[in-house]
């Protein structure tokens, strides 16, 4: 059973959470479903939020899996109406679906320092650098058109976005991926202003440094030793140490919290370390 960080009552929310069938996201969904909520988990790899929603279901929580691809709106709106049937209409959208490619990463971090066979970011291929953008931002902006509907005709909801510690700093090396997620952090301020005057909050977490699959080979050799990356990452880091995905679930909760949270929209809240507030001096 998932420890929750905080007290919270989510019952009778409707929460549909988008690229659930990743570590971070997966651990959203359970948490929320622990909290009382309905959850609709979406991702385009449906075994694995089968996989989610069995557990939850084990332990006598409400958790539907669908799959979805967060890029194409006729699937999204399916989905939508599947969840209108099966659980209700939508009060919390987490847009969690996101990530890197390989194809819009630089192996090396400074230019001056490109050896022969290295991807340099002029080898950087466009359609690598589109899939980054399109997984990162179109995958927000299109749940949210989907979802947000219901928010509209009640006149109350909650957006939650994913930002990353990139929208404040670009990394070196992924230079798609920083860009895709600024967009990100301008995104949710865009749509706090813009449904302000529908009862619609918007916010996002921008997480610290997590180990992920998706981030396990830039952070660790094949000998699961930290990599140069972790070294710089963690003397940047005032805690000193990577952050836990549980640790994300006390910020997601307050956020979407009606009651804590009421005037809170527009925000980008950093779950990092510290991160964000050293300046390396």
Not at 5 to 13: E, I, R
Not at 101 to 128: C, I, M, S, V, W
Not at 133 to 154: I, S
Not at 256 to 278: H, M, N, Q, R, W
Request: overall charge negative; proline content about 4%.
């Amino acid at each position: 059973m998932i420890q929750l960080p905080l007290q919270v009552d989510f019952s009778g929310k409707v929460v549909v959470v988008t690229g659930a069938g990743g570590v971070l996201c997966s651990t959203m969904a359970k948490a929320f479903a622990a909290a009382g909520a309905k959850v609709a988990a979406l991702d385009l790899n449906e075994a694995a939020v089968q996989a989610v929603a069995k557990e939850c279901t084990e332990e006598g929580l409400i958790c539907r899996a669908y799959g979805a691809d967060v890029l194409n709106p006729a699937a999204l709106e399916a989905v939508h109406r599947q969840v209108l049937a099966d659980l209700g209409p939508c009060d919390i959208l987490v847009n969690g679906a996101g990530g890197n490619n390989p194809r819009a990463t630089t192996d090396n971090e400074y230019q001056h320092e490109a050896k022969a066979g290295q991807t340099t970011f002029f080898d950087l291929q466009p359609e690598g650098v589109d899939f980054v953008f399109k997984l990162n931002f179109q995958g927000a902006l299109l749940p949210t058109q989907a979802f947000a509907k219901d928010m509209v005709e009640r006149h109350s909801g909650c957006i939650l976005n994913i930002s990353s510690m990139n929208a404040y700093i670009p990394l070196t090396k992924i230079p798609a991926y920083s860009a895709a997620k600024a967009a990100i952090s301008n995104f949710t301020q865009w749509l706090a202003t813009h449904f302000a005057g529908s009862g619609i909050r918007c916010n996002a977490i921008a997480p610290g440094f997590l180990v992920s699959n998706q981030n396990r080979a830039l952070l660790f050799d094949e000998k699961g030793e930290p990599t140069a990356r972790s070294h710089k990452i963690l003397n940047g880091t005032p805690a000193g140490r990577f952050v836990e995905g549980e640790e994300l679930l006390g910020g997601v909760f307050f956020l979407c919290d009606e009651k804590a949270a009421s005037a809170v929209t527009g925000v980008v809240l950093p779950i990092d370390a510290g991160f964000s507030a050293y300046s390396g001096v």
